[in-house]
């Protein structure tokens, strides 16, 4: 089980949510504050608007909504979006009817315990959550147990590769209670690989990686 914290709620989530969904402002927040380039990141959104009809999502943790952008509103998709946070889910919500997105699910659960079928999903998002577990790896298994063979892991997370800057926040980070585990590029290797996943590649700036795995054929 990840930390019971609401580690997303408060004032830390409402910052992070302002300007995570903001494109042109969390690329300077994080040139500025962390040394990195985040647009790898809304880039690889884009694994949304390529799923074909009757495909399934998982959004885990969907945090406010930030991977909503990708979602066309007449796209015939479920799209499970699911947090640990109400208070994020809320956002979410919220977000999913500006956009009127009416195919989005959204379900409170911890990403390391998925209240989900195996083999449910075609598609798994990630976005800016492993790094926040004590147990990462544990929930890359549990997403790579929703996902069907050949079913696509997309997602992002600090490493601990990056600058003397970088790892100094993370470590401020982890006092605070926002930051868990995090773990090296090599160890995001072997967590894909242990969970099943055939085929990865991780890009990395700095200690920043955008990673897309796909899961073994053979489930």
Sequence with gaps: MSDPKNLCGGTFGAVYDFYIEREPL??????????????????????IT??????????VPCGGGVAFRALRAEQQVRYIAVDL?????????RRAASRRLSQIETVAADM????????????????????ALPDP????????RC?????????????????????????RGQQRGEFGLCGTNADL???????????????????????????????
Excluded at 85 to 93: H, N, V
Excluded at 115 to 128: H, K, Q, R, V
Excluded at 151 to 160: A, K, T, Y
Aim: glycine letters at 8%; proline letters at 2%; a negative charge.
């Design 85 to 93: 946070s109400e208070e994020m889910l809320d956002r979410a919500r």
């Design 50 to 59: 390529q799923l074909p009809d009757g495909a399934t999502v998982i959004d």
């Design 137 to 144: 790896e544990a929930a890359v298994r549990e997403m790579a």
């Design 26 to 47: 969390a690329r300077l927040v994080g040139r500025t504050v962390w040394g990195i380039d985040v647009s790898a990141m809304y880039a690889s959104m884009a694994a």
């Design 112 to 131: 390391c315990a998925l209240p989900l079928a195996d083999e449910t999903a075609d598609l798994c998002l990630s976005y800016s959550g492993l790094h």
């Design 189 to 219: 290797k072997r967590w894909l690989q242990n969970a099943g996943f055939a085929e990865a590649t991780i890009d990395t700036d700095s200690g920043f990686a955008v990673f897309h795995a796909r899961k073994d054929h053979h489930g």
């Design 147 to 171: 996902l069907k063979p050949a079913g696509q892991l997309v997602g992002s997370m600090f490493l601990l590769d990056g600058s003397r800057r970088q790892r100094f926040l993370i470590s």
